[in-house]
């Protein structure tokens, strides 16, 4: 009898172990999987073939995946109501895209539904497919009582150790997001980083975490600044135990905070898109922005992988110094992606514009082969895939042009990289929009492979578009003279976002302010001093002011015939052999930077308060005058350009009298002269 018992005991030991086992087993399972919110259950099917499986997101969104419906219902809505069960009594949930139209057929989909007018989760006791119709439910799940929907979670705020490192309380906005309000670092360490990882406290054996604008340089100062990450790849605040502000080379932790287990909070949003390297070496540049590439004889083969946009280039190359990351004087390839085609075009940067003649010599960002070189780069695949091109070209280590740069294979190099626009007018790269900020050095012929590139992800808000910057119109009639100086272009926000063109990086401020639409009225003359530099040996700060019909610019960097097609109003002459000259160059008057971050350019709210920031630094004497009296001869809309540069300037409305109504008039009828050259073409 007692090994009867004995054996009952132990048959029950061994179902009980078991069951531990599968169901340990079972949540493993869960836990590798994506973390999608707390999980309210599967949907109970009834009808038409409904299923799929229900999460609370946040308090207010439920997100169904691998959802069914065959869609033969009459009248059949998503539908949401706080009776016992569902009836007629409750409230229609708008669909995917927001919308209360009968729904349609569902096969195997993942999407999120919000509750209407603010409605929370708490405020329901279950959700369904239901037929208005037949009132009949398709399908349910039920909302447990005194559900806790996911919601962000604040938590401690950083150590105070060293280096003036401090914060307010840190908040979990989701499982990839990090809010650090208040944050305090006196930016005085050479390898610093938000830096997260495994363990009791923070360590070397972790990982770097791009900054807010995506960076992956060493930390700059912070000054009570609010600052969102996000955490790189697939990775989530459930793989990590700590945050903190580290110092690689010395080992050093300047302020960290533990962050819990199992916090109740909202899924992240964002797509994480994966990506596999081809070649063995690969680093991370940027969060947008990575370069792989293998050595093998006396070849390079260097792989571009950039989330970019369709108009934008990638540059990769050598410094033009052998002590730090220097533009000047670098040898990069620019790639982009020219529909399905793929360039990668080899480049040497003289100065820091855009390429152009000075005084008979091309001096700036210019082809290779612009300059007597060779173009040296032999392109090997490029393609577009999830809005991330990935372009691989090769090269020799010791190049036969003497204009281009050996790769060492002895020893690191120093490397420049950037991103930016391209100038879809003649594919040039216009000035980039991320670049480092410190020097990057590369050990290219490592004995083991390096490889610290993580996977691209994709938030709703493409690349953190922001609004641009409020224009400026000039719209008085008491004003006959104008002063032209230069200043930066202002980011995304500025130029860019105001005139939808890139930029060259510096633009004209029309009595103080940042490329205003003008408005002149025909019969009156008026004046423009201009203090756009008169220096012609200088390649990015010679700009005499010049007027034309074409909204483009640079005029001198056209060819004969471009030249010929264009209307030129004011600000050109021509020389005794035929050839233009400018007629307006006055002494440079410079609004520049303060030794601030150019790169921050576009967290300032309006061009007012980055205009504060700017220090004016003129140099001596009075700019030239250039006299213009619009006629009945000019058009409805000119432009005010740079001779030398494109994309610095913008509109000058010519009017025929300081009335609104008629300066609308004129706006709507160049407006439609423009849609009908656009049709135009186009037929």
Known sequence: ????????????????????????????????????????????????????????????????????????????????????????????????????????????????????????????KWFAVYDLQSQNTFGDVYIPEEFD????????????????????????????????PQFVYDGQSADTYFWVGLGPQPSSKGHKVPDEYGYMDSLRMYNDEDVMLQLPGDMTVFDVDWLSVFDVKTKSNYGSVIIPDGLNVPPSLIKVIKQTQSLPNCVQ??????????????????????????????????????DSSRMEGADVAVAYMDDTRGYTTDYNITAKAPCGKVLGQYKGVCRDELLGGLDSNQLYTAVRENGINIITY????????????????????????????????????????????????????????????IDFTESSGKFSQKEPWQKTEIFDRSVRTFKATIGPSGGRRGYQGITGKPSVGLAWYIEGALIPELYLRRGLTYSFRVHGGNNPHS????????????????????????????????????????????????????????????????TFPSFKKFNRTLVQICEPGDGDTLIVSPNSSWPDLVYYHSFTHSNMGWKIHVIDSYTRSSANIAHKLSLLITITTVLFHLL
């Open 394 to 453: 090769r090269r020799t280590l010791v190049s036969s042009d003497p204009g281009d740069k050996d790769f060492p294979v002895d020893k690191p190099v120093y490397v420049v990289w950037a991103l930016g626009r391209l100038d879809k007018t003649n594919n040039e790269p216009s000035f980039h929009d991320l670049y480092p900020r410190s020097d990057v050095a590369l050990e290219l012929n490592r004995q083991e492979a390096e490889n610290t590139c």
């Open 285 to 322: 540049l940027h969060k947008r922005y990575q370069v792989a590439w293998e050595i093998f004889g006396p070849q390079i083969t260097i792989q571009l992988i950039g989330q970019v946009a369709e108009d934008e280039y990638m540059a990769f190359g050598l410094s033009g110094s052998e």
């Open 149 to 180: 929907p996911p919601a962000p979670q604040k938590i401690s705020q950083l150590s105070k150790r060293s280096h003036n490192v401090s914060s307010g309380p840190i908040v979990i906005l989701d499982s990839k997001t990090i809010s650090i």
């Open 1 to 124: 009898m007692a090994s009867v018992v004995r054996t009952k005991r132990t048959k029950s030991a061994f179902v009980t172990l078991l069951g531990c086992l599968l169901l340990s087993y079972v949540y493993a399972q869960e836990d590798n999987e994506e973390y999608k919110g707390k999980y309210l259950g599967k949907l109970n099917p009834y009808h038409h073939q409904v299923s799929g499986d229900v999460w609370a997101v946040d308090q207010y969104t439920l997100l169904l995946t691998s959802f069914n419906y065959d869609g033969n219902g009459a009248d059949t809505f998503f539908w949401a109501g706080a009776s016992n069960r569902p009836g007629p009594q409750g409230f229609i949930v708008p669909d995917e895209w927001g919308k209360t139209n009968i729904l349609d057929r569902y096969f195997n989909r993942d999407f999120t539904l919000t509750l209407p007018d603010n409605k929370k989760i708490t405020d329901i």
């Open 539 to 602: 390649a990015n700060l010679y700009h005499p002011l010049i007027i034309t019909d074409e909204p483009h610019g640079g005029y001198d960097t056209l060819s004969d015939l471009a030249q010929s097609k264009i209307r030129v109003l004011a600000g050109i002459e021509l020389t005794r052999r035929g050839r233009p000259r400018p007629t307006a160059v006055g002494p440079l008057c410079l609004s520049k930077h303060n030794g601030r971050d150019r790169r921050l350019d576009d």
